[in-house]
């Protein structure tokens, strides 16, 4: 990414010149980015967003692979704070697919009229905190400036997306991409020989889409997931009028749950109950939409132990029943990581690709790729020629969206050097040392908006009370970060989530430190410790 600025600016007359004022710069016009819009102007406050993309949306611009959907229910995922939102818009599935969400976020964006306040092709190169003024300046990578007093980092946490450093890709003489950067236009891959590398919670939804359309699918799978039937359908106008009707009974639920989904958790344990009860349900809840038979399942399958392998062993049978081929068949069964330990891909069809002639799976742990040729790409033990190759390589999680930016404290110290050993923030949303700087961390583990809208508020009101006070600058601790640090590094080592090697940990990206990405609290927590923290005057900031 270019840089047009020096490695420690300063902020002089000179670059005063030609550079925009707001009271709040935002950067993304995703779910996130555009939620903070609407909330800080209708503060009365001049508000500028500033967006890489062409249009709103974030993740739901870029990831248009086909087979993009949400796994969580589509009503659940909508902003909650308009009534007449709520009730103007028709979701026409239960998971909603990349388009549908995308005109969910356009409808939105127009309703409340905030293009208005969003620049688009905008990407912001860097950040500098102006120490003598407090405010932000920011560089565009067009060579546009601005200025604010807060700078709001709405960047997304699944946003940096990641290709593996493989010898040769600038050979490659067919067409490739990222999932995350899916070309507008679509790619053509009917009748063509594709390669996916990649078989997270992407790579299931785009291979089971494109399987029908292209000449020959070769997928290359590192570790095997544990992936549940999604059961998706359309809503008709009954369910429609009934989850409109219902729709603070949904929310309220969703405020209960440690991951804001609606999935009640059964506070039984698996163990507790009797082995024919305990099948019952397991098979009850797999048959069910959704997230429900991995979240309103038996606490303990969500603790490493008996009931977490119980239902692995369960899941494992459900996967091995669906593949023909046996030997395809345990290649596609986990057996490395716990049930649970990495994000659960829904799907659709999925384990029924590799019962057609046209797919092929390649172990790529077994024969690892040794690099991309021109025509494809050579294993240890085969070449496999390939016109499209497909990169379903996920994203440098949470903080690599912030520290591709190159954003400047007060001393010249660069974000990029504060997180080298992973994350360093009080509760995600300030780092000591870059005042007025709210980075909006993603939920790590939840369901999105439900987690960004109380966040959102948060910042609101304290930006509002700071104004009531005539105050203009405020900075987290290094002691309530270091505390904060500790209390991740803690309570995040016991989470089923920190086992596995995956962006839940920063452990998908090479050299990255593992640490826990997101909060190891439940959100009614999080929520709570929030509140606290404002109660008593913000609490662990220092306001001035
Ligand atoms: P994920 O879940 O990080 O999955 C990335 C996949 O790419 C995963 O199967 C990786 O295997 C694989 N990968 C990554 N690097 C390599 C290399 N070098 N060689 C082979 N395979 C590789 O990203 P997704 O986009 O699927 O999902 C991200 C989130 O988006 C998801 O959690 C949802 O919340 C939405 P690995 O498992 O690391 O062995």
Redesign the pocket.
Known sequence: MGNPIQRTPTVGKDMMEDVEQFDVMIIGAGVTGLYALYRLRALGLSVRAFEAGGGVGG?WYW?RYPGARF?SESYTYGYSFSEALLQEWDWQEHYAAQPETERYLNYVADKFDLRRDIRFHARVASAVFDEGEDRWQVHLEDGHRARARFLITAVGS?SA??I???EGLDRFTGTWCH??RWPAEGMDLAGKRVGV?????????LITEIANDVGHLTV????A?YCAPLRNGPIDPATQRQIKASYPDIFQKCRETAGSFIHQVDPRSAMDVAPDERLEQYERLWAAPGFKKWLANFHDIMVPGKANEDYAAFVRQKIRERVKDPVVAEKLVPKDHLFGS??L?CESGYYEVYNRDNVLLVD??EA??ERITPTGITTRDAEYALDVLI?????D?VTGSLTRIDIHGTGGQTLQEKFAEGPRTYMGIQSAGFPNLFTMPGAG?GNFTRGCEPLVEWVRDCIGSMRAKGLTRIEATPQAEEAWRAHVAEAGATLLRSK?????VG??I?GKARFLLGSPDSAPVMRAKRAEVAAQGYAGFRLQ
């Not at 590398?197 to 939804?205: L, M, N, P, R, Y």
């Not at 290359?220 to 570790?223: D, L, P, S």
């Not at 596995?500 to 839940?504: E, H, I, L, M, V």
């Open positions: 993740t990831n796994d699944l997306y990641y593996p450093d493989f999932t995350g590398i990649g078989t997270g919670a992407t790579g299931v939804q290359f799978q590192r570790t997931n990495k994000r891909p790529v742990r690892p790729i990169f379903a390589t996920g994203y999680a583990a596995a090697n995956s962006w839940f452990a998908n090479p």
